[in-house]
C-alpha cells in the first residue's frame, strides 16, 4: 500500500512514443480535447460556438487546443466570407467511438442522467452489477 506521501506511480518508462494507447491517451488526455471534439461531432462549429459550449475554457486556451488539433490533422480550419469554421477530418471522426464510449461510461458511472444532457445520441448504459 502506498503512504500518503509517496509518489503516485504513472507510467512504466515502456509506454513511449511507440506505444500505441500512450500515445492515445496523450490525445485524449489533453485538457478540452475530448469536449471540443464531442461537440465538432455535430458539425461544423465556429470560434465563439465552440468557446460557448465549454464553459470554463479562456479563449487563448482554446486557440491553443484548435490549433494542435489542426497541427495533428484531427481538425481543419475552413474560411470563407469572414467566417471561420472548424471541423472533423476522417481522423478526428475516428476519435469518435472513444468519445462515445467516454459518454456512456460517465452517464453509467459518473453523472446523473438528468443532471447533464446533450443533443448527441449517448445511450444509457447501466453500471455493471
Given at each position: 500500500m502506498r503512504g500518503y506521501n509517496e509518489p503516485m506511480r504513472t507510467m512504466r518508462p515502456v509506454h513511449d512514443e511507440e506505444c500505441a494507447v500512450?500515445?492515445?491517451?496523450?490525445?485524449?488526455?489533453?485538457?478540452?480535447?475530448?469536449?471540443?471534439?464531442?461537440?465538432?461531432?455535430?458539425?461544423?462549429?465556429?470560434?465563439?460556438?465552440?468557446?460557448?459550449?465549454c464553459p470554463g475554457i479562456s479563449p487563448r486556451t482554446l486557440s491553443e487546443?484548435?490549433?494542435?488539433?489542426?497541427?495533428?490533422?484531427?481538425?481543419v480550419k475552413r474560411s470563407a466570407a469572414r467566417r471561420v469554421e472548424y471541423e472533423l477530418t476522417d481522423k478526428g471522426k475516428a476519435l469518435l467511438p472513444i468519445i462515445d464510449e467516454m459518454g456512456r461510461f460517465g452517464h453509467a458511472w459518473l453523472?446523473?442522467?438528468?443532471?447533464?444532457?446533450?443533443?448527441?445520441?449517448?445511450?444509457?448504459?447501466?453500471?455493471?452489477?
Open positions: 500512450a500515445c492515445t491517451a496523450e490525445i485524449i488526455g489533453s485538457k478540452w480535447t475530448a469536449v471540443i471534439v464531442h461537440d465538432l461531432s455535430e458539425g461544423p462549429r465556429r470560434f465563439s460556438e465552440l468557446e460557448r459550449s487546443r484548435l490549433r494542435a488539433l489542426e497541427q495533428d490533422r484531427f481538425i453523472v446523473a442522467d438528468d443532471a447533464h444532457t446533450h443533443d448527441a445520441k449517448t445511450p444509457s448504459v447501466a453500471p455493471a452489477a
